[in-house]
């Protein structure tokens, strides 16, 4: 199938209609009886089930989906908004299935293949072949119509955790969306009113989509699907081969943007951020790559930690509004999605699935994607806290597999931030899977103070400003030179005794075998920093040579930059770049393992306190047991 973008028209999805309006009008299914009577037993909720094996009985079925959807109201004849939606988009996604893997036949020998035996019955290795291009024809229907439902059906309330895979079938192309008509049949059948019906839907299109995926290695035809892109206009449907696309219409992004000039003091992580979004916009959605990962530097997860108010949420807003205004000059597609405490389930098993959900969202090949995941200390739980829910505990595992898993694939699109103001309270597998560290300290100077205060007093006053540049110490690009000579050495304590006695026996680093040295020596002295920690800092190192300053004229229309092909990008990329130096390479050793001392100590800080408040609470304990001994009142 072409690698370019496919459309289908209306006329070839018209013709089909007829078909799919049978189809949610009544449809006869096979169905294993599994030995399971329909008929509950009395009283009991439970239903019969015969001693006598009948695992290879199947029995027929009539599915009447129309009749399911309007029995939700069984006191009105008329269909209600919800209702007419549905069925609607049942049977238009019905009829773009069946046309989709029309297409699909087109593109490979099957509608040859069709052809020839509708002339005559076929024979040898055609038939082998015929077969299984029908069944690949049948599963790309079958994932169509899924997908399709989950792309147009849109509900805000949680989904039931009650919905069953369907009994796929694979024999035909309507075999398998008739399998899929009955299983829908079934998920709606326990809808108790209009807002349950689109629910129900989209839990039905997410478990269907995920049994077709685990069934999709059976199927050794689909090559020509894998590339495909199709696009409907006229239903905003997408169908990018297998990937599974964001699950809901893309909405305007809402959300109180900031500008840079409104962000005080946090000069690295501010620096960082405004290069985080120029490198997200680089990425070429025809390529599906990035250059900066190509030549190295690309941010995918990053974790920024500081009290509370220091402006965490502020830089959050600050890159979304960036990016968002990038992407509407360019025409692309922008996803923002924040992931929260809200989305931990009480349900087994739904936490992780609403994490792999949001993942899944960001990293859309199709769009440029920023996600965030606001007190990761409170979302994702360390591996070793018992008291920690299951919920948080599934969130965790996700989160490391998506992020460093032997399955990840960094395209460049997208980018994961976590905040928190207690990092040391994340899984350490976890916090050393962000590859950069921005310390979000707020203000800390004079000049910053002053600067915060004008801007947020407004100007309904008279009161003169007096002898003060006004956010002269925000100019960016002087501020953060300043802030990274700062790392030049390092701050934490238990870092500093590292550094001190690494200078007292080698003198200042001059070469690589120096460099591992200092990072050996950072290993005896804090366990934490592993491999991972070595290959981040790296990461950090290669983005500073890559710390160029893409010209704000690129991103101001369209055709400057951010339209040119992937290979126009990477050659004008390649042009600013320049090689790292030794003191990028010990400002960035010195941020990194500062922020695992800090992690440590802080750690170790909250522990030592809890010991002592739990020696007090048991002195003061002593005490009252003895006095009520004293009057006699203990009885234990």
Known sequence: MDTGLTAISEADIEKHRAMAQSFITRVVVLEDTSGRSQTELAGTGRRFVSTVSTGSVRRTREVELSKTVQAVRPDDQLLSIPQHTLLYRARRGLAIAMAVADTFAKSTALEDLQAKNARSPLEGDDVAHYKRLLSAASYVAAFT?????????????????DVAEPEYAFDTQQDALKALIAGLDAALAGAKDDIDLPARTRAFATVAIEGLLSRKGRFDALGAFENAHIRIERDDFTIDGFDVAPGRKAKPLVMQFRKPEEV??????????????????????????????ELGGFLFTFIGDGAPGTGKTTLI????????????????????????????????GKSGQNCRQFINNILNPRAIGFGTIDDIDQVAA???????????????????????????????????????????NVDDALRQRAGARWLVDGPQT???????????????????????????????????????????????EGLKRVYDRFLDERGEPKSLADVGDYLHRIKEAEPRFTGRAIKNVTDAIKMRAMDIELPDE????????MGKSYDDKKAMIE?????????????????????????????????????????????RAVGEIEAMKARGAWSA
């Open 575 to 619: 042009e600013l770049r320049r090689p790292f130096t030794m003191d990028m390479v010990m400002q960035e050793i010195n941020r990194y393992a500062d922020s695992e001392f800090r992690y440590s100590d802080k750690s170790d800080d909250s522990a030592v306190k809890k010991l002592i408040r739990d020696a007090r609470l048991r002195e």
């Open 446 to 492: 004079r000049e910053d103070y002053i600067d915060i205060f004008v801007l947020l007093a407004g100007k309904n006053h008279k009161i003169p400003l007096g002898e003060h540049a006004l956010f002269e110490a925000q100019e960016i690009q002087r501020a953060v030179e300043t802030a990274y000579e700062e790392h030049a050495k390092p701050r934490e």
């Open 264 to 293: 005080v003091g946090n000069h690295i992580a501010k620096y960082q951020s405004l290069k985080l979004a120029k490198m997200l916009m680089a990425y070429d959605l025809d390529r599906q790559l990035n250059p900066f990962v």
């Open 382 to 424: 360390k591996r070793s806290d018992d008291r920690a829910s299951a919920g948080q505990q599934e969130i965790t595992g996700v989160l490391m597999d998506a992020f460093a898993g032997a399955g990840t694939v960094v395209r460049g699109n997208c980018s994961f931030g976590m905040f928190s103001n207690y990092p040391e």
């Open 145 to 161: 119509f899924a997908s399709y439902l989950l792309q147009t059906v849109e509900s805000d309330t949680e989904a039931p955790g």
């Open 554 to 561: 690129w991103f101001e229309t369209r055709e400057a930059f």
């Open 317 to 348: 807003q600050m890159i979304a509004g960036i990016v968002n205004d990038y992407a509407q000059v360019a025409g692309v597609p922008f996803h923002y999605e924040n992931f929260g405490v809200d989305q931990i389930s009480s349900y087994q």
